[in-house]
């Protein structure tokens, strides 16, 4: 394979098909941009969802020396309210081990926090979660009790706000990756065209289907490839912008929030998807109307 | 070098076919004229050979195979050993003499140091030495001929096809590129040239096969364009 000609014969496809070659770069940077954004919504809503999430409404954390008798109390308290459907009691180990699953892709700072630190815990799924309130100050005061939490009420709107975004992304993404797959499919079909002259030559004197072939896939997917590096330099704007900024100064530390190795981790895929989509749609198009 | 054995080829847009039972042998090193009017398959014949066409029926042997069962990777290889010629030129118009040529080597992934070497060749031999430079518009008819002769012959094929190749040339300069073809045609170059064009039939006394309708009605060595009527 001699990739100098094959590359000089790229870039006078570049220069020919200039517009068309813009249009393709700029879809693909917007369908990118709405899949890799997705992905990081969905990435920032598991981020936050522990053990827990979704199964209980109020958590009823004890003190380091909470006794027998107090932890028997708050129970019993708790068992008694009308409100109440079920208790768990959640031990140091367990809360160490579903500690661990949550935060596993932050390893530093499970490797930094000590398991005794994790205080143990009751659980507690309402029969109406609306009634957390009455709950909650039934055992705030009570001997043995550190803290209650009902942050899983306000968690849900996050989610539901995340899970709502991450969808109008995947439509929009849908919508414009359809559309990029015909612009390629146009955009092949107009290279093949215009250089029929040349790829008729190449038929006649025995160039093989590769050589063929080979410049305008290169094209199409040099462009993907483009769009892909400029959808990814998105996802680093959308964390610092919408996760970093917008999130983190509305809800605080209640949310535990993505970081940058979730963006680096995402790159690989967009540009990847983005190539494999050009060179898909091109390799099929070329069969179409490239006779070889 | 070239076999078709009752060769029919009917496109599906004509009821009548465009070759008709051919059947016809052609020698390594031979020069072969293939004369008729338009329409009277020579062009078809030509296309068979290059495997752009498959027979309806019959059987093709080109450089020792037979084109049914080369598979479709095997084309490229087989064009290798065919060089082309066509009335209408069929250069790149933005490129050099010298680029045409190479291009021919290029898309077949010849090393660098080779084109370097054998393109001025080509060149000298068909007399455009001094014109590597040009661009094809800058050329007459005949030069631009000469360089579509040496990107076909450029990478030594064992056969040379010409459809018409002076159709589109004055007299005097279409005796300049029989002459070409008749060089290429004594290094061992099999050379099958279609044509309408009787004054260099006549003139040159080669084999001459007619077709007409599609059908063999002559096939003569050393033959004249109008003998047989």
């Known amino acids: ?292 | 070098m070239i076999r078709f054995e009752s060769v029919t080829k009917l496109y599906a847009s004509s009821a009548r076919p465009a070759l008709d039972g051919v059947t016809v042998d052609i020698e390594k090193g031979e020069f072969v004229f293939l004369v008729g009017q338009s329409g009277s398959g020579k062009s078809t014949f030509l296309r068979l050979v290059l495997k752009e066409e498959k027979p309806s029926r019959g059987q093709i042997w080109v450089a020792g195979k037979e084109l049914s069962r080369l598979s479709h990777w095997k084309v490229p290889a087989l064009r290798r050993q065919i060089g082309t010629v066509f009335q209408d030129f069929r250069l790149l118009p933005n490129k050099t003499v010298r680029e045409n040529v190479a291009f021919a080597l290029e898309v077949i992934g010849k090393p660098r140091h080779t084109i370097a070497q054998v393109v001025p060749e080509v060149l000298d031999l068909v007399g455009l030495a001094g014109k590597e430079d040009r661009m094809p518009d800058e050329l007459s008819g005949g030069e631009q001929q000469r360089v579509a002769v040496a990107r076909a012959f450029v990478n030594r094929p064992m056969i040379l096809l010409a459809d018409e190749p002076t159709g589109n040339l004055d007299p005097a300069t279409s005796v300049g590129i029989m002459r070409l073809l008749d060089r290429i045609n004594r290094t061992g170059t099999t050379v099958v040239m279609a044509t309408h064009d009787s004054h260099i039939v006549d003139s040159m006394r080669r084999r001459v096969i007619e077709l007409e309708g599609g059908k063999v009605t002559r096939d003569q060595s050393r033959g004249v364009y109008g003998y047989a009527r």
């Open chain 1, 1 to 292: 394979m001699r990739w100098r000609f094959v590359f000089s014969e790229m870039m006078i496809g570049f220069r020919r098909n200039l517009s068309m070659t813009v249009a393709t770069i700029l879809t693909i940077w917007i369908a990118l941009t709405g899949l890799g954004a997705a992905w990081l919504m969905h990435q920032q809503t598991n981020a936050t969802k522990d053990y827990w999430f979704g199964k209980i409404q109020i958590s009823v954390f004890l003190t380091k020396d909470v006794t027998q008798p107090e932890r028997d109390a708050i129970r019993s308290q708790l068992q008694s309210l009308p409100q109440v459907d079920q208790v768990y009691y959640e031990s140091k180990q367990e809360a160490w081990i579903h500690f661990k699953e949550q935060f596993k892709s932050v390893p530093q700072l499970v490797r930094n926090t000590d398991p005794s630190a994790l205080p143990e815990s009751y659980r507690v799924k309402l029969k109406d979660p609306k009634k957390f309130q009455i709950v909650a100050s039934a055992v705030q005061d009570m001997p043995g009790v550190d803290q209650v939490a009902a942050e899983a009420q306000a968690l849900k709107k996050v989610f539901r706000l995340l899970g709502g975004l991450q969808n109008v992304m995947l439509i929009v993404a849908g919508a414009v990756l359809l559309a990029s797959v015909l612009l390629i499919f146009n955009n092949v079909r107009l290279a093949a065209f215009s250089r029929r002259r040349e790829t008729g030559i190449m038929r006649l004197v025995g160039a093989s289907d590769v050589y063929i072939q080979a410049p305008f896939i290169l094209e199409i997917t040099t462009a993907a490839f483009i769009g892909g590096v400029l959808a990814s330099a998105a996802m680093f704007a959308i964390k610092a912008l919408i996760v970093d900024h917008g999130l983190k100064s509305a809800f605080g530390g209640i949310l535990t929030y993505i970081g940058w190795d979730a963006v680096w981790g995402t790159i690989p895929y967009l540009l990847l998807a983005g190539v494999l989509i050009a060179a898909v749609t091109a390799f099929g198009t070329l069969q179409r109307y490239l006779r070889v």
